[in-house]
């Protein structure tokens, strides 16, 4: 058995694993339960935190796509090398059924013990027993089948079942992912119930239009929608959960462990914030911050009710897809954990049905898809400090220039969005000549609450090629600095510049 497999051989157990992983897509679709979500997972977590800050910050999103097609390729591979032991077996007991039986049964096994989904798993042993049963046949009668015909045959078969795999799954797939209803339609009704006032959520997304800038040019408003709110996950499959069955625990160094439900949660004393987000990982002028009007449950009263004893007066917090952060209680404690977004339930993808949020600190800290409150006795890396990176603290003050415009009357508008966290934005100065004197721009009208972002805009009378140059002062006065750093490893720095042209 040592040695190595012969081309026909490689190209029979290439169609079994390309099988078998289209069996795996066509039972589950493209959610946690297929078979490359928990390699993707292992994937993204085996990767040096230097490649991984190196392709946020040089490849950006599309570096997904590498994580992703290196997890096919390794589930397609998998069951190949399966297929390849089945179809050794046959050949050297000279016994088709036995090593067919044995792949079969093998890629089913491997792919209940990844995806810990037995039934699912059959959609992966069923073709890759089939596929190895095509390429094990000449052991039986050689004679009558010569090998090329036998290959044409298996392949055409392969692509039959590729287009009939992903055609069933369109046919069946229910687009209803969770999240996103109105909140009044999340299950058992207990939003509706304790939702005093539902039309303040209207309100607030009135006032937001209210106070946003004029803006000619293509700059988002000040609440951000769905679709245009960014994302970032560790994971490429984000868990499926429900409000029937989600619950929060706080344990760790606490007198009593607590838990909560999300009935009892949405029962509580709620509340409505303006808050936005900024992830540590984006570029200076980067597009990863945005902001909602959400709607939850503030976290103090329920970490009063666990009595925290721990030393550090820190917490990690856990998520449903392993996803894990620590920072100081005290931040903690002026967060509140979200079950709305902009007036409808959470979308999956921004944490359904609960996040937390945590006023002025990075992206990072707001976890989505809660789980678990740890109180701890000292301190510990959460999954991006594990990475190198520090982004639980206080954000970074910056002032994006997302827009320049030629306007009617020949002046150009250049506009974006300011934000410095809890300490607020104070003013917007814009340079036209890289630096040298500067301008106030026009903000937007503060939306109420003590971490939200501004627009700014500014107008000039162009003459030829202009080094426009943007930068903010916080609430306390402080002026973001000028000096540029890359967002690896404790957010950007730096005032933005572009050259524009009159
Ligand atoms: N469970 C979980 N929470 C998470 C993350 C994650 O990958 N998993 N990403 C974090 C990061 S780095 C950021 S910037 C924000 C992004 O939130 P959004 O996707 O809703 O914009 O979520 C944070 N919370
Ligand atoms: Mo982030």
């Known amino acids: ?69 290196l997890s096919f390729a390794i589930a397609v591979g998998l069951l190949a090398g399966v297929a390849v032991l089945g179809l050794r077996v046959a050949r050297r007991l000279d016994r088709p059924a036995v090593g067919v039986g044995l792949a079969g049964v093998a890629a089913w096994g491997l792919t209940a013990s990844i995806t810990a989904e037995p039934l699912l798993a059959l959609g992966v042993g069923v073709p890759v027993l089939a596929f190895t049963a095509l390429g094990a046949t000449p052991v039986a009668a050689p004679e009558h089948d010569p090998s090329r015909r036998r290959a044409l045959v298996s392949g055409v078969s392969a692509l ?46 009135e006032q937001a239009e209210a106070n946003a800038l004029d803006i000619e040019g293509d700059v988002p408003g000040l609440v951000s929608t769905f679709d245009e709110f960014y994302n970032v996950d560790i ?31 949405t029962q509580m004393p709620t509340e409505r914030r303006f808050v936005t987000l900024r992830c540590v990982g984006e570029d200076l002028n980067g597009e990863k911050l ?40 005290e931040a903690l404690e002026d967060g509140f954990l979200a079950w709305g977004m902009n007036g409808r339930s959470l979308p999956q993808s921004h944490g359904y049905p609960v996040r937390v949020l945590i006023p002025g600190h990075w992206g990072e800290t707001n976890v989505k898809w809660l789980q678990e409150i740890e109180l701890l006795n000292e301190e510990m890396d959460g999954y991006w400090e594990q990475r190198g ?10 002032a994006k220039l997302w827009s320049d415009t030629v306007l009617d009357d020949g002046t ?33 009208e503060p939306l109420p609450g003590d971490d939200v972002w501004r627009q700014w805009r500014y107008v000039f009378d162009p003459d030829g090629s202009h080094e426009v140059v943007v930068r903010a002062t916080d609430g306390e006065g402080e002026l973001q600095p000028e000096e540029r750093s890359e967002a690896f490893p404790s957010g950007a720095t730096g005032w933005v510049s572009r050259t524009v042209n009159g």
């Open 1 to 69: 058995m040592t040695t190595a497999p012969s081309r026909e051989e490689v190209v029979f157990a290439a169609l079994a694993g390309l099988t078998g992983v289209a069996g795996s897509y066509a039972v589950t679709g493209y959610s946690r339960e297929f078979l490359v979500a928990p390699i993707d997972d292992a994937v993204v977590r085996a990767t040096p935190g230097p490649i991984v800050a190196w392709m946020i910050q040089n490849v950006g999103e599309r570096a997904h796509l590498l994580h992703i097609a």
């Open 160 to 205: 039959a079942f590729l287009a009939t795999a992903f055609g069933f799954r369109r046919l069946t797939a229910d687009d209803d992912t969770a999240g996103g209803e109105p909140l009044e339609e999340i299950e058992g009704g207990s939003v509706s119930e304790t939702t005093d006032d539902g039309d303040e959520d209207t309100t607030m997304m």
């Open 235 to 265: 994971a490429e499959f984000d868990p499926e959960l429900s409000p029937d069955d989600w619950s929060m625990t706080v344990t760790g160094e606490v007198g009593d462990d607590t838990t909560i439900t999300f009935d009892e949660l």
């Open 290 to 329: 945005d902001t909602a009007v959400w709607t939850g449950t503030p976290i103090e009263p329920l970490l009063e009710e666990a009595d925290p004893e721990g030393e550090c007066g820190c917490a990690m917090l856990h998520a449903a897809d392993d996803y894990f952060v620590q920072f100081p209680i």
């Open 389 to 398: 990176w520090h982004g639980t603290g206080p954000v970074n003050t910056v």
């Open 412 to 444: 150009i508008e250049v506009a974006g969005h300011a934000y410095a966290g809890t300490r607020g934005i104070e003013r917007v100065e814009v340079s036209t000549d890289g630096g040298d004197s500067w301008e106030d721009a026009e903000l937007s």
